[in-house]
């Protein structure tokens, strides 16, 4: 067989763009933009992409195809800091991507979730290893796409769990950031991608330039739907626990205001811990506010743990003595009486106001079984 060389073969394929001519505006230096404004950001703990708090993720061309075949868009993923924050290995989400896309693809909750495509490593300015995933590119966050259309959403969202948890065993543990940030809603034409492409390329957004840095603002909004669109994807892996059932793990996860109670008390976690914190945001994105404020007047920016238990305790009543005897941390709440005092009064009729009547309990009901 005649092997190919490479430059005939690389000639079959899409070339990349040349270098754009277009100068983009400048940004204050004293102005705060993007991971500038991440707690405890550090230039020097990332990879100089120049962008994301733990992660950054760029729209890119596929260029491994037929020129004659239509543009093709992916995203990339790339870890910012060669240290994860926990003692996880630097593959941690790969293993976890590869594992739920080889499992059970005959699961309707399987087309729920974001496929890898494929993944390598880089070394960075310090001489550690940046992991770089190549994903589906989609279209928005949750915390976007609710303001335009909802429809249909929870029922796919619970499938993905299911798919995960009951034939994948995988406890997502993040599945919602400050906002739904780690639910995501695929494109409805993916030329909207090369549009978008185009006009940063003739008309690059306003950058900041400091310290021989270049921060990008975002592109995180490809505007009105052209037609409804439904389908979500499940996605940030990186901190997720591969499990077996009965099996019980340790540590804070989640954000802290979808925090579960098994977990501020350290009495150990495992699938039902998903399904708290989608529960408690299906509540926000009906009414458009948090249902936790665990937060005290004196440090508002400050999450508070008791306050947080004392809220939850207004709504559910008091714990079972099962889970506050098995906590590690709940002697820092609770005294010998498996008591502690109470927040502002919560519960779930007098919290909803967007629904009423038969919708409005049907609600109530549904909910109450994701948070108990």
Not at 21 to 49: G, Q, W
Not at 321 to 341: A, K, W
Request: hydrophobic share 35%; aromatic share 10%.
């Amino acid at each position: 067989m005649t092997r190919i060389k490479p430059a005939i073969s690389l000639s079959l394929y899409h070339k990349p763009w040349p270098l754009s001519s277009a100068i983009a505006p400048r940004l204050d230096t004293t102005d705060l933009v993007d991971e500038e404004k991440t707690l405890d950001y550090h230039p020097d703990r990332f990879y100089p992409a120049r962008f994301g708090a733990n992660s950054t993720v760029w729209l890119a061309r596929d260029l491994h195809r037929w020129r004659w075949s239509k543009e093709k868009y992916v995203a990339v993923k790339l870890n910012a800091t060669a240290s994860p924050s926990r003692q996880l290995p630097i593959d941690n989400e790969e293993r976890i991507l590869r594992h739920v896309l080889e499992l059970n693809p005959r699961h309707q909750g399987w087309h729920f979730i974001r496929k890898l495509n494929d993944s390598f490593q880089i070394e960075g300015v310090s001489g550690g290893k940046h992991s770089c995933l190549i994903l589906d590119a989609l279209r928005e966050p949750l915390w976007v796409y609710r303001k335009r259309y909802i429809e249909g959403f929870i029922p796919m969202t619970l499938q993905a769990l299911d798919y995960l948890h009951s034939e994948c065993h995988v406890i997502h543990t993040v599945l919602l950031d400050l906002k739904p940030d780690n639910i995501m809603i695929r494109i409805e034409d993916p030329s909207i991608f090369e549009e978008h492409a185009l006009d940063e390329f003739h008309h690059p957004l306003p950058q900041k330039h400091i310290g021989g840095r270049v921060i990008y603002l975002s592109r995180n909004n490809y505007g009105p739907l052209k037609r409804p669109t439904g389908i979500i994807q499940l996605m940030d892996f990186d901190r997720s626990v591969l499990t077996k059932p009965g099996r019980l793990h340790y540590g804070a996860i989640q954000a802290e205001i979808y925090r579960a109670p098994e977990v501020i008390l350290d009495a150990g976690y495992t699938f039902s811990a998903d399904i708290w914190s989608l529960g408690v945001l299906l509540w926000d994105l009906l009414e458009r506010e948090s249902l936790f404020d665990p937060h005290i007047p004196e440090k508002p920016d400050e999450y508070d743990d008791a306050v947080h238990l004392a809220q939850i305790t207004s709504l559910l009543g008091y714990p079972p003595r099962s889970l506050v005897s098995s906590g590690r941390r709940s002697s820092m709440f609770y005294d010998d009486n498996n008591t502690q005092p109470l927040s502002r009064n919560i519960s779930f009729e007098d919290s909803i106001s967007q629904i009423k009547g038969e919708e409005k309990a049907r609600f109530i009901s549904f909910v109450k079984k994701m948070i108990k």
